[in-house]
């Protein structure tokens, strides 16, 4: 089946406990985002891959690093995080530039992370 | 910062009726999406309308698009209990970078 898959899907953490939140897509997608989502706020993009070792910021991505080493996999690091960081957070991927749909983007089904 | 603004903020609904929503943009877009998210799910893509495009359909869907408005709609014919959910509209520009921009979205409850 075509999907994103992140993990974990909920985490507690505590104030500056370095975590990552991985992704990997398994569509042979060339563009692959992270968003956060906060209530009144939308979906706010954070870091974004037009293709492997390409990456490059959003809106939000103070906090935050990312690295696409691999084509399928988009890690979310926070190193240090901070109760601000509490949100819903989504990967998602898409085919890239030139391609049918290019970009239309699929989702993963959400990390939830709390910092306390 | 968000593109789209969605119009209502939330709406509820009887079963069989139809729900229209709106969408509202600030800049030139190459294309404009609707999104549905249900309950704290990851969104799930359903229409794509082009900018040179002025409606679409698929299936109960039925998207009309106005650039010169810069306004989208969004309706569901039919509403179903399912139908329940939040709707994202997104807008795509490339000269603006690679992303979809998402506007704040619509709740809509579908009752039976």
Not at chain 2, 22 to 34: A, R
Not at chain 2, 92 to 100: H, I, P, Q, S
Request: overall charge positive.
């Amino acid at each position: 089946e075509a999907q994103v898959t992140q993990n974990p899907r909920y985490l507690i953490t505590v104030t500056g406990k370095k975590l990552t939140v991985t992704c990997s897509q398994n569509m042979n997608h060339e563009y692959m985002s992270w968003y956060r989502q906060d209530p009144g706020l939308g979906l706010r993009q954070i870091y974004y891959s037009m293709n492997v070792e390409v990456t490059d910021k959003g809106d939000v991505p103070e906090g935050y690093k990312v690295s696409r080493k691999e084509k399928r996999n988009f890690p979310l690091i926070l190193e240090s995080p901070s109760p601000n960081q509490t949100s819903l957070y989504f990967c998602a991927s898409s085919p890239g530039q030139g391609a049918s749909g290019a970009n239309v983007l699929t989702f993963g089904a959400g990390s939830r992370l709390t910092v306390l | 910062s968000q593109q789209g603004e969605e119009d209502p903020q939330a709406l509820s609904i009887q079963e069989g009726e139809n729900a229209t929503m709106n969408c509202s943009y600030k800049t030139s877009i190459n294309n404009l999406q609707w999104y549905r998210q249900n309950s704290g799910r990851g969104l799930v893509h359903l229409i794509l309308i082009r900018s040179n495009e002025r409606e679409k359909h698929s299936g109960r869907l039925r998207v009309t698009l106005d650039t010169s408005k810069k306004s989208s709609s969004l309706l569901i014919t039919a509403s179903r209990a399912a139908d329940t959910a939040s709707y994202f509209c997104a807008t795509f520009f490339k000269a603006a970078g690679n992303k979809l921009t998402f506007g704040g979205g619509t709740r809509v409850l579908v009752k039976p």
